[in-house]
């Protein structure tokens, strides 16, 4: 899954409440990038999404960054509640998702490995 986004966009404080815990707001106060940081978790969760097959159908604020290392732009991401109901093999999993800043833009990555769905409850194929 892949995602993209503007970084030079106001993030709302309605927004951020909504697509953001408390913890992850921490977490991009203390990496030094401030909204930047916001912006690619945001991604994070849009190109995990993505490599799930669901789009954001089961809600970003259940996608939790649990740690992001600024250097090279990993993102730990935990999915919860419905998440899990649609994917329980992903319980008590980070998933890693690789961001970069490219000039104004920040570009997220997320590759999963199909050995972890096998045959039965592997991600959809299709675009979102």
Excluded: Y
């Excluded at 995602?3 to 707001?25: G, K, P, Y």
């Excluded at 690619?40 to 995990?48: D, P, T």
């Excluded at 690789?98 to 959809?124: E, I």
């Amino acid at each position: 899954g892949i995602d993209i986004e503007r970084r030079d966009r106001t993030i709302s404080d309605e927004f951020a409440a909504a697509a953001f815990s408390a913890t992850e707001q921490e977490i991009a106060a203390e990496s030094g990038e401030g909204a930047t940081a916001l912006f690619r978790f945001w991604c994070a969760k849009e190109a995990l999404a993505k490599a799930l097959g669901t789009g954001l159908r089961f809600g970003a604020s259940d996608l939790t960054v649990a740690a992001f290392t600024r250097a090279d732009g990993r993102i730990a991401v935990r999915p919860a509640r419905l998440w899990l109901q649609a994917f329980p093999q992903l319980r008590d999993v980070s998933l890693t998702v690789h961001t970069c800043l490219l000039d104004n833009l920040v570009l997220a990555v997320c590759v999963l490995d199909p050995a972890m769905f096998g045959a039965d409850n592997a991600p959809s194929a299709a675009p979102h």
